[in-house]
Every structure is written in C-alpha cells, then in structure tokens.
C-alpha cells in the first residue's frame, strides 16, 4: 500500500491553472479536448517480437512484446495467453523508489490488460499449438521512462502499437514429423485505443499533464474498438463523478478514440512490418 | 432465448432484470475494531473493519493537512471454488486501491489532519459482485466508527448477460456473460465514486447500465440505512 504525495504545485500556478479552466484553456496553450503532440515510434527493441516508443508530450513510454511457448491455463485450454505487465522506472519522476510494482503501477497493468483483452484484438484461439498442452504467450511489458501525466494512454498506445507490429516464429509439425517454421504476425482483430480524462470542477480536460492531474477531481480511462463501443473502463481520482459528467466524457472520449486509431494505423502502415 | 436469461424473463437464479440479491447487514461485528460491518450479499460473506483515525504509522506518511486512508481488500484462501494463495494477489491489490479513492471522497479528510485511517476488508466467501459488497460493508463500518462522511457509499454492479442490460450478476453470470460494471455511489450527493468496467457496451448500452447502477445502488442504500438504524436504535432501547 503505498501513498503518493502528489508534487507540489505552488499555488500560484494553481489558481492561473483554475482561471485559465473557466476561459477554456490550459497552461500550456491547448484546447480541453486536445491532446500534446503524440509520436509513436515502432521497432525500437530489435530483440522484442514487437515494440513500441510512445511520447505524448513529455510522458515518454516503452513497450515490448516478446512471445514465447507455455501451457494454458486449466480452464481456457483453447486460448493462448496475454500477460501485461508495467513498471514506473525509477528514473522516470523523481518521486518514484525503486521495487516492486506498486498499485499505480498494477492499476496501469491491470487496465492496460483489460482494454486489450476486452477489446478481443488479439485471438487468443489462434495461439493454440496443441489443446491443453501447448499455447503461445504473448508478454506485453511496459516501462515508463518519464512521467508528465496520462500515463494511461501512453501505456495503452504502446501496446497497442507494439502488438500491431509483433512477429513471431509459428512452429508447425509436419506429416513426415519436421518441423516446419514460418514467421507470421501476431493475429489481430481490431485497435482498441484508451481515452484518459479528468475532471476539475465542471470542466473535462482530456490528455491531462501531471500537473493537472495532481489538482484533479476524478479521472476517467475508458477503452473503445473499433466499432466505438467501450470495452473497458476505469475510474480513478478521490471525488465523484455526476452522471451527466461522465456521459459527456464519453461522448467526447468516443470522438478522440477515432482521432487517435487515425494516427496508429498510419504508423502501422509506415512501419511495413 | 439465450443461456442465462429464459424466455419469461426469469434468470438463473431467480431474478428478474433489475433485482438485486439478498443482502443482509450486521453492524459492529468485530469488537476490537473502531467499527465494523458483516454483510452477506448473494452468496457473498465480507466483513470490514475500520482502526483510526489514529497516528499515523510510519509517522513521514502523515500529512500536514489531512488523514491519509489505508485500505486492504483480501480474500480468504477458502473464500474461492479453487484454494487462493494467501498472497496479495494484483486483482486484490487493485481493488484496494479503487475502494480506498471511493472511501476517500465520501470521508471529511480534512478533518483528520496527521492521522491515518485503516480499512481492512476480508472476503470470507465470494461471489459475484465482491468489491460493490465490499464497499457498503466499509461504509458501514466507517459510519460505525464515527468517522464523519459527506454521504453513505453503496456499491451494485450492472451487467450484461444475453445482450440484456441487467442489474447485480452473481458470479456465474459474470463468468458467462457479456460485460461487468462494478458501481459505487454516494446517493444523497448523487456521485458515482467508483466506476469500472469490461466487456462491449454501446454508448446506449452504458448509459442504460449507468442508470440501472444508481437504481440499484438506491436499494442497496435503503437496506444499509435500514441496517444502521436497527443497529442504534436497539442501542437507545438498552438503555
């Protein structure tokens, strides 16, 4: 259980940042409904089966995938498995201590996790060597190199962006009994993006930076398919969200969702995989 | 006709659509503790327990200006169809985070400042809904204990099974069904507090989910009221 002081901001700060909310706008110039400059880079661990550098303004995050051979789980025997995995890097903020992940960083994990799962992107029933023996695993890990809020999306991105550009060797036995290996793509269904929000008093700010996250009421991540139907989410933050609040968000989470599988199936396509 | 719902609109269970299951409240149930609350909803059985506010241990978590909440969610290793390693697991670890946010924005903090507030929660059986159980039963507890709170917490889930919207599923509707939709809600301040969900909903579909959630959670809300007032009424009797 660990319990994280949030950086203090000065107080000055604070009140430009509430003054500048009923004019509509942010510290750093953008709209409520904007998010900072995104750069995906894909292929960046040669190593991994599929990696991805994610930036969102100055949150900076890595992930990799790397497939390997286990056994399922004794009640799904015809599915393969995804594991997702993330870590704040010490170095990413100076208010992170090295160990064990702690629950921000699970929280991170599990939603991630969950968006992709839910969102049924990878098929899980392709991975399957043999029934009951024998599946395909794909670990997705997430390091955090730097923190400046929306850690959520940035996470998501990344393994979404990594999984799309993952490769691997499928291993098939033959009649004669050779083994026969042919590389081949991880199989997807679909881009499930993750929209982050929060809210300050009545204002809904999207893609918030650190600094605004640590004045915030609540915060939303929510995780849309292809289709723009939701297929997780998550609430965070310490104060209650109204309803009318939250189905604006999702409305506007909903628009945002599509701007951003927008940006990644260009840099799929780019990335000529 | 699908597989959990039948053609007369009667589930597995019993239910219609927007039922909830039986929930019964016991209020100080641990004497030892600040406060305390044993709930059994469904086939679920949790007790919560709340110490503090006392000094807060390691003194440098403290703060200057308000209590800090700890909060542990754990379930017991024969709470589960299979034995549960006793270790944390990171599902339990997460839904300690998410009930400790929804304590956090019902309790007055402010006015615990350098204090600490401890919220133990076990699961001694589990079912479907365990985390929406597990928060009314911290609520309780913390009103128990004295603790002063802007509103009650009540926690019901929403789900859908078969492509219908339904309300509370019991753990197998959860396993087989379509979607989850844990809610937890202040309803005097009309506030959902905690929110998390999986499975496909359209944007119709959320919101009708969203709307049975607080609908529900207004039952559960009568019941914990219900649970409170027995519970100190019985007290003024005594005397």
């Known amino acids: 259980m660990s319990i994280k002081k949030s950086p203090i901001i000065e107080n000055l700060r604070k009140t430009q940042m509430i003054e500048l909310l009923s004019k509509e706008k942010r510290l750093d110039g953008r709209s409520l409904i904007d998010f900072r400059p995104i750069i995906i880079k894909v292929g960046v661990i040669q190593k991994s089966n599929g990696s991805a550098e994610v930036s969102i303004g100055n949150t900076k995050v890595v992930a990799g995938v790397k497939v390997e051979t286990g056994s399922p789980f004794p009640d799904t025997p015809d599915q393969g498995l995804l594991v997702v995995n993330a870590e704040f890097l010490p170095f990413s903020s100076a208010l992170i201590e090295p160990g064990p992940p702690d629950e921000d960083a699970i929280e991170v994990s599990r939603v991630v996790d969950r968006g992709i799962r839910e969102s049924q992107m990878i098929d899980l029933n392709a991975l399957v060597i043999e029934t009951g023996k024998l599946v395909y695993c794909v670990f997705v890990d997430i390091s955090i190199l730097n923190m400046d809020g929306n850690i959520f999306d940035a996470a998501f991105l990344s393994a979404v962006s990594a999984l799309l550009t993952t490769t691997f060797e499928r291993k098939t036995v033959k009649g004669d009994g050779n083994i026969e290996v042919q590389k081949c793509k991880l199989p997807t269904r679909c881009i499930p993006i993750s929209i982050s929000s929060i809210t300050i008093g009545d204002s809904i700010l999207i893609d918030p930076t650190e600094e605004e996250e640590s004045v915030q009421d609540s915060r939303l991540t929510l995780t849309f398919n292809d289709e723009g139907y939701l297929c997780a989410g998550q609430k965070g933050g310490s104060m209650g969200i109204s309803r009318e609040q939250l189905f604006k968000i999702v409305e506007l989470s909903k628009a945002k969702a599509e701007e951003l599988r927008v940006l990644v199936k260009k840099v799929i396509e780019n990335a000529q995989i | ?239």
């Open chain 2, 1 to 239: 006709m699908g597989k959990l719902i039948d053609e007369n609109g009667i589930r597995l269970d019993g239910r219609r659509w927007d039922e909830i299951r039986p929930i019964t409240i016991e209020i100080g149930v641990i004497k030892n503790a600040d406060g305390s609350a044993y709930i059994e909803f469904g086939k679920n059985k949790i007790i919560a327990a709340v110490y503090g506010p006392r000094e807060a241990h390691p003194k440098h978590l403290a703060l200057p200006d308000k209590a800090i909440v700890r909060c542990r969610y754990h379930m017991a290793p024969f709470s589960t169809e299979e034995r549960k390693s006793p270790q944390p697991s990171r599902r339990e670890i997460e839904i300690s985070l998410v009930l400790r946010r929804a304590m956090e924005s019902a309790i007055f903090l402010e006015e615990y400042p350098r204090s600490i507030i401890d919220v133990f929660v076990e699961v001694l059986q589990s079912d479907g809904g365990s985390r929406c159980a597990s928060i009314t039963a911290v609520s309780a507890a913390l009103a128990d204990s004295g603790i002063s709170m802007r509103d009650l917490v009540v926690g019901c889930a929403v789900g859908k099974i078969d492509g219908q919207i339904v309300l509370d599923l019991s753990d197998y509707e959860d396993k087989e069904g379509e979607g989850d939709m844990p809610v937890a809600y202040m309803p005097n301040l009309d506030k959902i507090v905690l929110l998390q969900f999986d499975g496909i909903f359209s944007e119709e579909e959320f919101k009708k989910a969203i709307d049975l959630a607080i609908l529900g959670n207004k039952k559960v809300y009568e019941i914990l009221k219900k649970a409170l007032i027995e519970k100190y009424f019985s007290m003024v009797d005594e005397k």
